[in-house]
């Protein structure tokens, strides 16, 4: 029994690393503190919009027990002197098309810029021409299914056509994040604000908040900059 348990948390504890290894993020940062920070009292102050919703309130917890390991104490509003501002992100970001029996692969950001990342298709084995009017056919996703090929933008017809795939498979990824500033409470001035964001396939910002919110405050207070 005892050789089982400790399998089974070794084999947890390497599940664990392998999730946490595949996590990356953007970093942008503006410090504007002094050398010295004598007055860590702040107050946060919620997003007007997002303060009731449940990922909200778990990065609030998060954001408090990391600012509280920092040395910041929260206090009421009247007697801090740092206010602290939280805000998520979380908005659908490009959409990676790919094919599955072939070389096909793009990205489609959310503006419709088209970029390609593994090649393109360019020549059939049969003919553009029998591929129409057959409703079974394979077909081109930026074309309807009923056009003949010779109205083709592409000079040789579809056959040639470099956005031709059977079988594609789009996957749409998100760009999750958090936003937190720090701002003198007399003056409103700006010390500090950072940004961390991830690119996920998940459309829940939920799973990323404790690694969004570490990210973020990993190295406080950090440089101005990108990383």
Same mark, same amino acid.
């Given at each position: ?16 690393? %392998? ?6 993020? !953007? ?7 002094? @050398? ?10 919620? !997003? ?6 449940? @990922? ?45 029996? %072939?070389?096909?692969? /793009?990205?489609?950001? $959310? ?6 990342? %593994?090649?393109?298709?360019?020549? !059939?084995?049969?003919? %553009? ?21 010779? /109205?083709?933008? &592409? ?5 040639? +056509?470099? &956005? /031709?795939?059977?079988?594609? @498979?789009?996957?749409?990824?998100? +760009? ?7 701002? +003198? ?20 910002? +939920? $799973? ?17 900059? @990108?990383?």
């Amino acid at each position: 029994m005892k050789k089982f348990t400790a399998g089974l948390l070794l084999l947890s504890a390497f599940l664990l690393t %392998g999730c946490a290894s595949t996590f990356t993020s !953007h970093i942008k940062t503006v410090n504007q503190l002094p @050398e010295a920070l004598q007055d860590k009292s702040y107050t946060l102050t919620e !997003h007007p919009e997002q303060a009731k919703e449940p @990922e909200y309130l778990h990065a609030t917890e998060d954001i408090k027990a990391r600012l509280q390991e920092l040395g910041f104490s929260e206090v009421a509003s009247e007697k801090a002197t740092l206010k602290i501002s939280l805000q998520l992100i979380s908005i659908p970001g490009n959409v990676h098309v790919s094919s599955l029996y %072939g070389p096909v692969s /793009y990205i489609v950001t $959310p503006s419709g810029l088209v970029i390609p990342m %593994g090649g393109f298709n360019t020549r !059939h084995l049969y003919s %553009g021409f029998l591929r129409y009017p057959y409703p079974m056919g394979v077909r081109s996703v930026f074309y309807p299914r009923y056009i003949r090929p010779i /109205y083709s933008p &592409f000079a040789f017809g579809r056959m040639y +056509d470099p &956005f /031709y795939g059977s079988q594609l @498979e789009a996957r749409q990824y998100f +760009d999750h994040g958090i936003e937190v500033s720090i701002n +003198d409470t007399k003056t409103g001035k700006l010390l500090y604000a950072v940004t961390a964001k991830t690119n996920q396939a998940d459309e829940n910002i +939920d $799973p990323y908040i404790a690694l969004l919110v570490e990210s973020a405050l990993r190295e406080f207070p950090n440089k101005t900059g @990108e990383s």
